[in-house]
């Protein structure tokens, strides 16, 4: 341990903290008496939509597209998911094959 | 526990098996690594049960091996956590009347539980805030128990499970697919990749998420009356 047991608390609250905020927030402005405006609501439909899309992009972030043996696992275990669920539609199965063709993928071919 | 919620825990449990087994295998990680900068499953799991935001928790592991820097600790996880003010205006309708676990429903709001509990719809039998409820509950759980066990036995045991951890994003592509094929959710779902990516390339791996949701927010805004006239008369088709 760097710090001492007072100080790796004081990280520990703080980055629950930001955990807190960060949900919390939204529902602190729109909830109760002050209710969400046609905005919000607006909003709301929308982002669950955009936020996987984020989502999507921020798990694939580090993909080099120079390094072949870095991105042509990813690309070829992502492609097999969108394939799989596009044609069976079953959650497990898609996610099971995509994630046991990478493991193999960067294990043993790459 | 009575029937009404065992019923909810069997409908809910298949949805969280993906999240199983990249918590286990993320929050073990999670503890091995803390452990070598000593710092045992004492702390880790105290980390995990508190702040369960596993890229926070991670960038946190660089405040807690150099010199006391609360501030700049602080303001690194606000960054790393902001996306998840997108997850609860997404949610604000949903868990609106929740009820006394609405605290910890918003609480548990990571990036998986969010994405399951927007886009999968409780079954019939089951009471919506239990279904949301065990989902969230499943996966902080997962989180907190692969952190523990990284943390006491993560130097022991040695497996080679390298690339588990894609569980995840499958998770994501799958939902993302899953969204694509209802048409009127194209539009935002479109946006929201697109955004990303010009922010990506734009402003690089680690400062370009609070920069792709705002022009994700600015974009959504400025076509606010083409794309609710697609959601309306996709509801008006459901009709």
Known sequence: MTLNATQALAIIGLV???TVLTRFLPFALFSGKR??????????????YASIGLLVVYCLRGVEFGNAA?????????????????????????????????????NVVF | MDESKKKALKATFP?????????????????????????????????????????????AIIALTTVFNPINAFVLSLIVNARHVFYSISM?????EMGKMKGYLIFGLCDETFSIVSSTKPPKDVEPKMFYFFITLLDHCYWVVGTALGGLF???????????????????VTIFVGQWKIRSNRGPAMIGVLCSIVCLMLFGESRFIIPAMILI????????????VTKQAAKEVEK
């Not at chain 2, 503890?31 to 045992?40: A, F």
């Not at chain 2, 604000?92 to 609106?96: A, G, T």
Request: glycine share 10%; net charge positive.
């Open chain 2, 154 to 172: 993560g130097l022991v045991i040695s497996m080679n499970l390298k690339g588990l951890d894609f569980v995840l994003t499958a998770l994501f």
């Open chain 1, 35 to 48: 209710k969400a405006g046609k905005y919000v609501h607006y909003l709301g439909k929308m982002l669950p």
């Open chain 2, 217 to 228: 927010i600015a974009i959504i805004t400025l076509l606010q009356k083409p794309l609710s």
């Open chain 2, 92 to 96: 604000l309708d949903k868990y609106r």
């Open chain 1, 16 to 18: 629950a903290l930001s």
């Open chain 1, 70 to 106: 870095n991105i042509v696992p990813e690309m070829i275990a992502v492609l097999s998911v969108v394939i799989l669920h596009y044609w069976k539609e079953n959650a497990l199965l898609s996610m099971g094959v995509g994630t046991a063709v990478y493991m193999v993928l960067i």
């Open chain 2, 15 to 59: 949805h969280t098996i993906p999240v199983l087994a990249g918590f286990l295998f993320l929050g073990f990680a999670y503890g091995v690594l803390m452990k070598s900068k000593g710092y045992g499953a004492g702390w880790s799991v105290l980390m995990s049960l508190f702040a369960f935001a596993g890229s926070a928790q991670y960038a």
